[in-house]
């Protein structure tokens, strides 16, 4: 659960939140709308940690995971292809052992995963293609 209590955050007279508090729940799933410019950001950096409220408090489990894509990502890579290709070859790299076959998150295997693929058709034939 992420509880934030009495949190108030402002740059300069532009007060974006002044003792906002509220709760999310274990499993929940919150979206946050408002305008441009209106703290919707700021408040998930606070929740993350990349930035520090101005009073109250944001309280979350130890070792707690928060999902999210960055607003703006930040590429390494001249196009987004090569950006694609790098963080593919770093997937397999993660996810393969030394005899270069991918495995999953259970370490099997992911070809394992799935049954053979027979043929369809009587006596497991392949069909004839029409023309």
């Known amino acids: 659960m992420i509880v934030v209590d009495n949190l108030s955050k402002s740059y300069g007279k532009q ?59 930040r590429f390494t890579e001249p196009t987004v292809l090569a950006e694609a290709a790098k963080a593919l070859a770093a997937a397999i790299s993660a996810n393969s052992n030394p005899s270069g076959r991918i495995r999953g998150p259970s370490g099997r295997p992911w070809a394992s995963r799935w049954p053979s693929i027979r043929p369809s058709g009587p006596s497991g034939r392949r069909p004839g293609c029409a023309t």
């Open 15 to 73: 007060a974006l939140f002044d003792a906002v508090s509220f709760k999310v729940n274990r499993r929940e799933r919150v979206g946050v709308v408002g305008r441009n410019g209106h703290g919707k950001t700021t408040l998930f950096r606070m929740i993350t940690g990349e930035d520090e409220p101005d009073e109250g408090t944001i309280t979350k489990p130890r070792r707690y995971r928060i999902g999210y894509v960055e607003q703006r990502p």
